[in-house]
């Protein structure tokens, strides 16, 4: 029953912003860790930065300082602001979350992906 639809990506200038967001939708009792994962072409995916339930973050050594992962646990809605995008930070970018239902069992759960283009 539970979906993460994940939105706002789209083509950005380098430099440029961006801020992604991924919605989980359907019967929860609350959300656990959380995090947003990337695949470029001819690669694996990897972690870009994940956010516990209790608040700790990190982030991959390639966005550290550049991208900002938060959450906001009353819309069950997960974010990443990305600023000064580089060329290489074009991937599919996925979604993912740890879901807890009304019987307090927990299934990891996967975004479709969505596509950020960083290109002049």
């Known amino acids: 029953q539970v979906q993460l639809v994940e939105s706002g990506g789209g083509l950005v200038q380098p430099g440029g912003s961006l801020r992604l967001s991924c919605a989980a939708s359907?019967?929860?009792?609350?959300?656990?860790?959380m995090g947003w994962y990337r695949q470029a072409p001819g690669k694996q995916r990897e972690l870009v930065a994940g956010?516990?339930?209790?608040?700790?973050?990190n982030y991959a050594d390639s966005v550290k300082g550049r991208f900002t992962i938060s959450r906001d646990n009353a819309k069950n809605t997960l974010y990443l602001q990305m600023n000064s995008l580089k060329p290489e930070d074009t991937a599919v970018y996925y979604c993912?979350?740890?879901?807890?239902?009304?019987?307090?069992?927990?299934?990891?759960?996967w975004g479709k992906g969505i596509l950020v283009t960083v290109s002049a």
């Open positions: 993912n979350a740890a879901i807890y239902s009304y019987l307090h069992h927990v299934m990891a759960y």
């Open positions: 359907g019967s929860i009792f609350k959300v656990g860790n």
């Open positions: 956010t516990t339930e209790g608040g700790s973050t």
